[in-house]
């Protein structure tokens, strides 16, 4: 691997660029449903623990299958647009949506379960949580690789990712 990495050329970069636009929108809709599954965890946890305070869980749970489905979806349909510098980062970030799903569907059915007051175990979610993190830690790692070549300063990323959240309520995605 050479110490020194070459900036893109200007096609490349701005190829790159709009590529990675798209998926930090994905990203930015991820984030922003698995933000809104965590409040009605905390609900969750902050009442008492009985069938009737799970099951209405369950929504938000469903909601969050169906969010990360659509975060997978979407950014399937951005590999067309990945020029070859930005494919190991579409290839990782591609990782956490898809293990993302694996996860929300075991974290879903598991609750289920419990909610029936059968037992279940979470091993699987658990697991699975533990690898989306582990990859998301990696895609991020590709991201700022990524960044670096296209050469974005700071005060870049902060005006990208300021646009990119007001196209995603602009554009109001919605898993539902």
Do not use: C
Not at 62 to 82: C, F, G, M, T, Y
Not at 130 to 144: H, M, Y
């Amino acid at each position: 691997m050479p110490l020194f990495r070459r900036s893109l050329p200007a096609e490349e970069r701005e190829a790159a660029l709009r590529y990675y636009e798209g998926s930090l929108k994905v990203s930015a809709f991820h984030e922003k449903e698995a933000d809104r599954y965590n409040e009605e965890l905390i609900r969750f946890q902050n009442s008492p623990e009985d069938a009737a305070n799970l099951a209405a869980l369950i929504p938000a749970a469903e909601r969050l299958v169906l969010a990360n489905e659509e975060a997978l979806r979407r950014h399937a349909s951005l590999e067309p647009q990945a020029p070859p510098s930005a494919t190991a980062d579409f290839s990782s970030w591609h990782s956490v949506f898809d293990w993302a799903v694996r996860w929300s569907k075991a974290n879903r059915d598991a609750l289920r379960l419990l909610s029936l007051g059968q037992d279940a175990s979470s091993a699987n979610a658990a697991s699975y949580l533990n690898l989306v993190s582990e990859f998301q830690r990696i895609a991020e790692g590709k991201s700022r690789d990524l960044l670096k070549r296209m050469q974005i300063t700071e005060d870049d990323y902060a005006r990208l990712l300021s646009d990119v959240r007001i196209a995603l309520e602009q554009e109001d995605w919605s898993p539902v």
